[in-house]
């Protein structure tokens, strides 16, 4: 898979257009995009054990194009979630932000709990993806975790993406895998070996003092990693947090449905009262040629969410950081109202789905062997623990009979 996917054309331009920093604090190096004006008060997100800072990027295009500030970060390498708390909040120290808006799916939102209940006058609100309260569920999944540290990258990998559930999917949901298991790819041993800790260390969240009007809970309602059980009992300790359902989308809408998440995004933080700055952002205007129309001024009149213009003489203007020129459009961006060849795309998809077929039953093999694979490997490794202490043993006590 790793040879097969490519990254989608949109990815390629957010990667040319916003750029990606990597500041060392303390021990910790820690990677982020950071994009949007900077007088406002940032939603962070943060992602679960298998992403990466690049997996929020169509929140990052779609978000700070509104007005609204988003970083997306790494989880560093760090071993507990006290040192998490303490970690985080150095980084919010060293980037100068003090009151924010947490986005977290699965670990990443477990995570942004803690510290919610740890630094309660810092997070603002809180929006919560496919994740969880507690991590004893996953605690006793993984008898091997005090070994993780030791265990070999490849291993590691395997593990993680043995969670991710196996199609077929629909072509979204399939290129938001693909997406998702490339980002795998770049994670080093320790930093797999990090995540996996923080899942299986067993804890929990305690009471927040953050009211649930300021949260809310965005799952999808078809298949993800994280067990429904687990899911109720987030909905049960926050029953008056809003509810975002979302039909479909996998265990990474944020990628495979990325206009209902940001737009659940923007009601959340608009019902938050955090209010946007459109007016810091200033877009590229379309280019067909040599001047201007009255029919590309009434469609720019029409466009609510175009920000207002300063200079209505000037077509260029010198690019800050703020400003995010307008991306190609994709199909997957495009409102259902702008697709006047839409009968044309379900064919597409049709014959996506029906060329996915075989991919998905190879896939599904694939997946069995890994397991298989992974079991034995494991295995191994416990044996070779097990008589690597039978060995030391039995020196031990020859040594103490001659002595």
Not at 71 to 78: C, E, K, L
Not at 101 to 112: E, V
Not at 212 to 217: C, R
Not at 296 to 320: C, I, L, M, R, Y
Request: aromatic share 8%.
């Amino acid at each position: 898979m790793k040879g097969v996917f490519s990254a989608p054309g949109d990815f390629a331009y957010f990667k040319s257009q916003v750029p990606l920093h990597k500041i060392p604090i303390g021990t910790k190096q820690w990677r982020y995009y950071d994009f949007g004006p900077k007088v406002v008060p940032p939603l962070i997100c943060l992602p679960g054990t298998a992403g990466t800072a690049e997996v929020y990027y169509k929140q990052i295009m779609s978000l700070s194009m509104k007005g609204y500030r988003v970083i997306s970060v790494d989880i560093p390498r760090v071993w507990n979630h006290q040192e998490w708390i303490q970690a985080f909040e150095k980084f919010l120290d060293a980037i100068d932000v003090h009151h924010i808006h947490l986005y977290g799916t699965s670990l990443g939102g477990f995570l942004a709990q803690l510290f919610a209940q740890h630094r309660p006058r810092r997070v603002r609100s809180l929006v919560l993806s496919n994740t969880f309260l507690d991590t004893h569920s996953f605690a006793a999944a993984m008898p091997w975790a005090p070994i993780v540290s030791w265990t070999p990258s490849f291993l590691l990998k395997r593990y993680v993406l043995t969670g991710i559930h196996d199609g077929p999917h629909e072509p979204f949901i399939a290129d938001s895998v693909d997406f998702v298991v490339s980002q795998v790819e770049t994670l080093s041993r320790e930093d797999l070996a990090s995540r996996l800790t923080l899942t299986a260390d067993a804890a929990s969240v305690g009471n927040l003092l953050l009211s649930d009007s300021n949260i809310t809970i965005m799952d999808t309602n078809d298949y993800c990693a994280t067990p429904q059980q687990l899911k109720d009992q987030l909905n049960e300790r926050y029953p008056e947090a809003r509810r975002a359902s979302l039909k479909s989308g996998g265990d990474f809408p944020f990628l495979s449905r990325p206009d209902e998440v940001n737009l659940h995004l923007q009601l959340h933080l608009r019902r938050v009262g955090l209010e946007a700055r459109p007016d810091l952002v200033r877009g590229t205007p379309k280019d067909d040629g040599a001047g201007s129309n009255p029919s590309e001024k009434n469609d720019e009149k029409e466009d609510p969410d175009s920000p207002p213009k300063d200079d209505g003489g000037n077509t260029e203007s010198p690019s800050t950081e703020s400003q995010l020129p307008t991306a190609p459009e994709s199909s997957e961006s495009r409102n259902i109202d702008d697709q006047p060849l839409s009968n044309a795309k379900f064919c597409l998809i049709g014959q996506q789905n029906i060329m996915q077929q075989p991919c998905a039953l190879m896939r599904k093999q694939q997946t069995m062997a890994a397991d298989i694979h992974l079991q034995f490997a494991l295995e191994i490794l416990v044996l070779y623990l097990v008589g690597s202490l039978y060995i030391t043993s039995n020196y031990c006590r020859k040594f103490r009979q001659l002595v």
